[in-house]
């Protein structure tokens, strides 16, 4: 093998990873709970943007219900925001699983 064809490679991957990373944090992913009820917006790079919650949501009563409604939203949309960077590093890596890419 090449060393610097090795070397060239890696220098590209690498530089399409920063790219990739830079639009992921550009692009949105959005998950709800409680039939619509709380909603979460978080960016590809797992930052969590805006959380929304109908004021019908609101119990005094029962907050609970609230946050756990709060809670699942979220992680649906970290998880969400996962599977669309796992996408887009595979068209970037072919399907290799290469560790420490993300």
Same mark, same amino acid.
């Given at each position: ?9 890696a ?8 790219? !990739?990373? @830079? ?5 949105? #992913?959005?998950?709800s +709970?409680?039939?619509?009820m709380?909603? =979460? ?6 930052e ?16 609970? !219900?609230? @946050?756990d409604?709060?809670?699942?939203? #979220?992680?649906?949309? +970290? ?5 669309? =960077? ?17």
């Amino acid at each position: 093998m090449d060393i610097q064809k090795m070397m060239k490679q890696a220098q590209e991957a690498q530089a399409k990873m920063v790219q !990739l990373q @830079e639009e992921l944090s550009g692009e949105t #992913v959005e998950s709800s +709970a409680g039939g619509g009820m709380v909603k =979460a917006v978080m960016t590809g790079g797992q930052e969590l943007v805006s959380i929304t919650i109908d004021p019908a949501a609101v119990d005094i009563d029962d907050l609970e !219900l609230l @946050e756990d409604m709060i809670v699942a939203a #979220v992680n649906e949309a +970290a998880r969400s925001a996962a599977e669309l =960077a796992n996408s887009r590093m595979t068209e970037i890596t072919g399907g290799m699983n290469i560790p420490g890419l993300m």
